[in-house]
């Protein structure tokens, strides 16, 4: 970020978002459904987002990132993910450059939900010739972890080195406040520590986001699974949303000293598609509310926000269909689109994040977004008919 650059000031709210949503629902651009309901602040959030973590780490795709997020605020998609280690952290500044041209445009800073995450070491300049004298410079000498503190060789879960990646997103993106920071795949550590444990470091570091949260740095936080949500409950890997939130509760109160405090544990992302449907099928999940609820189930009941990744199955969704979903989809112009139709007429999900770095994905994106959402009957159709 240039020196001389100020960070943009704003968040989300309600009164942005609606008004946002209705100006493209109102001259049929957006079909309706197409926005979804945020929990209790009352934002309106596109079904679909813009994800940026696939392409190259080159300039031609930073520009071609930074075109893909400014036309998708200016045409009715006003959710964006990104992440700290996403093209060795060149991905926060192509959003960044991609959201000033937006509000250039005339989209206000708060009418868009802009989402980072952080976990993944953030390898700037690319991969290390020498990763142990990279991680005792960059990471142990400032004090943000240690070696033992590292899982699978790439992933961090300190206060520390995720106040890092909070502050990184921030300046690259150029945001005074992010609406939300992601924890990306706690559960790496599950395998290498086990899930106490893993419990236990994350605990601190949602102490240190609830204290961002009060400096107005971030406005919520989260996590982000790929096997955690979706697996049995008895599965050592299994992370129950609950007890999740159970955490961030905790938290919360021994931030403020507040034991009624409520905590900002607001967002969670699982992969979903029309092969990994766990979040919708499979009933894993006790919310303290006298039912064992599915993940999207229990994230209604919970108040918490659904997003999806792995909408294309790392792009062969955009290539076929499952048969059923072609069948009843036929309307639909390509893979790629019967695949986001599919995911954002799920019921409880809230936004699906498709990564894209070329404008033809884009393009599909716009379509769906005009098209109406499958009603209830005719999704669950496809699974009865999937069974037959």
Not at 45 to 71: K, P
Not at 146 to 160: I, Q, R, V, Y
Not at 218 to 231: D, L, P, V
Not at 367 to 378: F, G, I, N, S, T
Request: zero cysteines; a negative charge.
């Amino acid at each position: 970020m240039e020196a001389s650059q100020k960070l943009i000031p704003g968040y989300a709210n309600a009164k942005a978002t609606r008004k946002y949503a209705e100006s493209f629902l109102a001259d049929g651009r957006a079909a309706e459904g197409h926005y979804s309901e945020f929990s209790r602040a009352r934002m309106r959030l596109s079904s679909l987002g813009i994800g940026t973590f696939g392409g190259a780490a080159t300039a031609e795709v930073d520009a071609a990132i930074s075109a893909i997020v400014a036309r998708g605020l200016t045409e009715g998609i006003n959710v964006v993910d990104t992440s700290a280690h996403y093209r060795y952290g060149r991905s926060l500044a192509a959003v960044g450059a991609g959201v000033r041209t937006a509000l250039e445009a005339g989209v206000p800073r708060e009418a868009m939900f802009l989402i980072s995450k952080g976990g993944f070491l953030t390898l700037r300049g690319g991969q290390p010739d020498d990763m142990d004298a990279w991680f005792q410079r960059e990471i142990e000498a400032p004090g943000m972890g240690t070696k033992e503190d590292l899982a699978k060789g790439a992933h961090l879960l300190t206060p520390e080195y995720i106040h890092y990646q909070m502050e990184l997103s921030r300046s690259l993106m150029g945001v005074e406040t992010l609406d939300a920071f992601i924890i990306d795949q706690p559960e790496v550590h599950i395998h290498e520590i086990g899930k106490e444990r893993t419990n236990w470091k994350l605990e601190p570091v949602f102490e240190m986001l609830e204290r961002a949260v009060r400096d107005k740095k971030i406005r919520a936080y989260g996590i982000s699974t790929f096997e955690g949500f979706r697996e049995e409950t008895d599965a050592p890997v299994f992370q129950s949303l609950t007890s999740i939130q159970g955490l961030a509760q905790r938290a919360a109160q021994t931030v403020t000293g507040d034991d009624f405090a409520r905590d900002h544990f607001k967002i969670a992302m699982l992969p979903f598609n029309q092969v990994m449907l766990e979040g919708f099928t499979r009933f894993n999940t006790a919310t303290g509310q006298g039912n064992v609820a599915s993940p999207l189930q229990a994230a209604h009941q919970l108040e918490i926000y659904m997003m999806a990744s792995h909408t294309m199955l790392k792009g062969h969704l955009a290539q076929q269909s499952v048969d059923v979903v072609e069948r009843e989809l036929a309307g639909l112009a390509s893979p790629a689109q019967r695949a986001m139709q599919f995911n954002r007429s799920t019921p409880g999900l809230g936004t699906s994040l498709v990564g894209m770095s070329t404008p033809e994905h884009l393009d599909d994106m716009l379509a769906v977004m005009r098209e109406p959402m499958l009603d209830k009957k005719a999704y669950l159709g496809m699974f009865k008919k999937a069974e037959e």
